[in-house]
């Protein structure tokens, strides 16, 4: 926002100051003006809460894509974000180490897992195993076997083995053949064996275990917010029914964003109101005060986007596409005239739904001599240009459509300040605006609006005859 102009006897400060210093806002019988252009600023969208860190994955997920998947008005390319939590303390502040840390490119994220501290624990488990006991024992047994009897000599009384002898004879002896059968004793003993005997037994055993464990954290509820610059169907919020200053209300056949909006901005207005439980579309220009909660509108029209609430109303912004319908009236411009300038001819303008549709230029010498000419058109009322509608004329006599195809575009706010040229944003230069086809209409789409109440078409060239038919598109009056 630029100062325009501040004299007289302008010297009250603004509250809060302003951009470079301290703004002034009038004096005694005075005013300040300033040019704001409402398509050239940005506004801050609601403030967006769609995850909770306690509902049971233990995240709270407030990305930028989650959001303008859900909410469709919100802009495809935010310049700026806000984060808080919902407390209204900037997260910063909070100093919680983020997954996401408030960045346009995603958005907020908090895990409270990653927010928890890693400890050691030592616990003791009980295991179970299967051993095998070995056992062993002795067993006796009486163990008896056969063995053969030899004949012992003969003892006496005392013990002594007595020895016999046998008398050899001269008798003659008969040997026998028959081997005599031994004589076989039994003889027992007791023999001991061991037995090894193995058992299966179930065992139990203490073990010892190291573990790192998370104690988790815990994450703040964050809300997320994004600043958008302004932008033809823009959604501004949701507003009480008073805020909308209604300047006009139609039901539409089909109660739809795009029907509303459409059907506004071609009346010229800047906002388009939409409260679908009374099925009503109203126009307006201005608001006064700020949006609410968005959760107030939450009833959708037919196109998924919010209509408004019980008691509430869904706003958007218009492009203004209104035709002014400027009169030859309003019109003031350089006089034609012949070379010794004795005659003064008529008017070489005309409203661009005028009746003037030819430029008599008989007896007019001064053909492609290129004339400084500069029109000046007095609106009613101060009101916002968003575009320029303009043609030719039919020169009559000589059988040609001529007339202006380059001029400049001046505006000033109430006709006491200064004037000044629309300049495309980024450029000193003022911005030259070329006819494309002088029979028919060429619209001068403006790149950024201006508002003014005054607007001058300073002309650059023009064939053969100067001639122009112009209109202007943007905004109805307040």
């Given at each position: ?5 501040s ?5 009250i400060?603004?509250?809060?100051g302003?951009?470079s ?7 005694v019988?005075?005013y ?7 398509y050239?600023i940005s506004?801050?969208?609601?403030w967006?809460?769609?995850?909770d860190?306690?509902?049971?994955d ?34 910063d502040v909070?100093?919680q ?8 490119d995603d ?13 050691n ?9 299967i051993?095998n ?16 009897v ?10 002594t083995?007595v ?12 040997e ?13 003993t ?7 005997v ?14 790192t ?15 958008c ?8 919020g949701?507003?009480?029914d008073?805020?909308a ?7 539409l056949?089909?109660l739809?964003?795009?029907?509303c ?6 009346g ?10 009374a ?14 909660d968005?959760?107030?509108?939450g009833?959708?029209?037919?196109d998924?986007l ?6 509430h109303?869904?706003i ?7 035709n ?12 034609l005239?012949n ?5 003064e ?5 005309d409203?661009f ?7 008599n230029?008989?007896?007019y010498?001064n ?6 000419l ?21 020169v009559?006599?000589e ?7 380059s001029?400049y575009?001046?505006?000033q ?11 495309e ?8 605006f ?11 789409q ?5 508002s003014?109440k ?5 002309v ?9 038919k ?9």
């Open positions: 926002m630029t100062i325009d102009k004299e007289g006897n302008c010297d400060d603004c509250t809060g302003g951009d210093g301290v703004a002034v806002c009038g004096g019988g005075a300040s003006i300033y040019d704001a252009d409402v050239g506004d801050w969208t609601d967006f809460d769609t995850d860190p306690d509902d049971g233990g995240w709270d997920r407030e990305l930028i894509s989650t959001h303008q998947s859900s909410f469709s008005w919100i802009c495809s390319e935010p310049t700026d974000i806000e984060c808080q939590t919902k407390d209204r303390v900037p997260y909070r100093n180490t983020l997954h996401d840390a408030c960045t346009l958005g907020l994220s908090c895990s409270n897992e990653e927010l928890g501290i890693w400890v624990v030592t616990y003791n488990v009980t295991s179970y195993e051993v006991v070995v056992t062993s024992e002795n067993e006796t047994d009486l163990v008896c076997n056969l063995v053969p030899t004949a012992a000599p003969p003892e006496d009384n005392n013990g083995t020895q016999t002898t046998t008398a050899a004879t001269s008798d003659n002896i008969t026998s053949s028959v081997t005599p059968t031994p004589l076989m004793a039994l003889k027992c007791n023999v001991t064996n061991e037995i090894v193995t058992t299966p037994v179930n065992t139990s055993y203490i073990e010892g275990h190291l573990k464990i998370n104690i988790p954290g815990s994450c703040d509820d964050y809300e997320v917010r994004y600043l610059e302004r932008e033809d169907g823009a959604h501004l949701c507003y009480e008073t805020e200053v209604s300047l006009s209300s139609s039901s056949p089909s739809t964003v795009s029907n909006k459409m059907h506004c901005s071609s010229g207005y800047r906002l388009a109101a939409i409260k679908s439980v099925g009503t579309c109203s126009c307006a220009n201005s608001l006064s005060s700020i949006p609410i968005y959760q107030q509108c009833i959708s029209c037919s998924g919010p209509c408004g609430g019980t008691n109303k869904s958007y912004l218009t492009e203004c596409n209104g002014f319908g400027v009169q030859k009236s309003a019109m003031e411009g350089t006089k005239h070379n010794d300038g004795s005659d001819y008529g008017t070489w303008y409203s739904y005028g009746n003037d549709v030819t430029l230029m008989y007896n010498s053909a492609d001599a290129q004339m400084d500069v029109l000046k058109i007095s609106l009613t009322d101060e009101r916002t240009v968003n575009a320029i509608e303009t043609k030719g004329m039919y009559f006599g059988e040609i459509d001529a007339g202006v195809n001029f575009l001046g505006y706010h109430d006709g006491n300040d200064e004037e000044k040229f629309y300049q944003y980024g450029t000193e230069q003022a911005y030259v070329t006819m494309s086809d002088l029979s028919g209409t060429t619209t001068h403006l790149s950024h609006s201006i003014a005054f607007l001058y078409i300073h650059l060239t023009y064939d053969y005859y100067p001639g122009i112009l209109d202007f598109i943007g905004c109805a009056s307040s």
